[in-house]
């Protein structure tokens, strides 16, 4: 059902589409959204264990299309340098399939904020993370996407770069 790129020669290696969601600090989420039209909203998130993680709030238009239907797509661009002489853009990007899940039990919650925290301030002290995350504990959501299909893309003139054989 997942399709495969066309340009192959372009296509991201399964570590490379990794480290691009390693590395990344925002994407878009794309839901079914209300009245049929898709719900593309952007959002922080940590990749660990090879599943998506996002936090959000208890209501809102992303978690009613996510009750309705958990078939999601996020999509992270690493790379958009724009080279207006060659009309195109040195583009790198990824974009994951899978079901999002909202989590349930405390300690699943517990653990995926808490690593998300970690990755977006690294620098904080344990102490500083754990009041963080008690001040929105009440009103925190968390979701988990799995993966079932990702894909990473670059621009031709990025792959050329490339080793033959190495993506
Ligand atoms: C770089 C970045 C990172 C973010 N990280 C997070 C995060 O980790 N967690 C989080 O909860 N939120 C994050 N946000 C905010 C997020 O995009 C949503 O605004 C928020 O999650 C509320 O979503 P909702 O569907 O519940 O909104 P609702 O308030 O239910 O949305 C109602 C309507 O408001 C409009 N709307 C909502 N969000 C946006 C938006 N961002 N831009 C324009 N119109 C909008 C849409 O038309 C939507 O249908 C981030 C935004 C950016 C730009």
């Given at each position: 059902?997942?399709?495969?790129?066309?340009r192959k020669?372009q296509a991201l290696?399964?570590?490379?589409?990794a480290?691009?969601?390693?590395?990344?600090?925002?994407?878009?989420?794309?839901?079914?959204g209300?009245?049929?039209y898709p719900y593309a909203v952007?959002?922080s998130?940590?990749?660990d264990?090879?599943k998506?993680y996002f936090?959000?709030a208890r209501?809102?238009h992303k978690?009613?299309?996510?009750?309705r239907?958990p078939?999601?797509?996020?999509c992270v661009?690493?790379?958009?340098?724009v080279?207006p002489?060659e009309?195109?853009s040195?583009?790198?990007s990824?974009i994951?399939?899978g079901q999002?899940?909202i989590l349930d039990?405390?300690?699943e919650?517990?653990?995926?904020?808490e690593?998300?925290a970690?990755?977006?301030?690294?620098e904080?002290?344990?102490s500083?993370?754990?009041?963080a995350i008690?001040r929105e504990?009440?009103?925190?959501?968390?979701l988990?996407?799995t993966?079932?299909?990702?894909?990473?893309?670059?621009?031709?003139?990025?792959?050329r770069?490339?080793?033959?054989?190495?993506?």
């Open positions: 059902m997942f399709r495969d790129l066309r020669r290696s399964p570590q490379a589409c480290d691009v969601l390693a590395r990344g600090t925002s994407g878009v989420l794309a839901v079914a209300d009245g049929g952007p959002l998130f940590l990749y264990g090879g998506l936090h959000c209501a809102g978690l009613d299309a996510i009750r239907d078939r999601a797509s996020f661009i690493d790379q958009d340098q080279v002489a009309y195109t040195y583009f790198r990824v994951a399939f999002v899940r039990s405390e300690e919650i517990r653990q995926a904020v690593k998300l970690l990755k977006y301030a690294p904080d002290s344990s500083n993370r754990q009041s008690q504990w009440d009103s925190l959501c968390m988990e996407m993966v079932e299909h990702l894909s990473g893309k670059e621009a031709v003139e990025l792959a770069l490339r080793p033959e054989g190495q993506e």
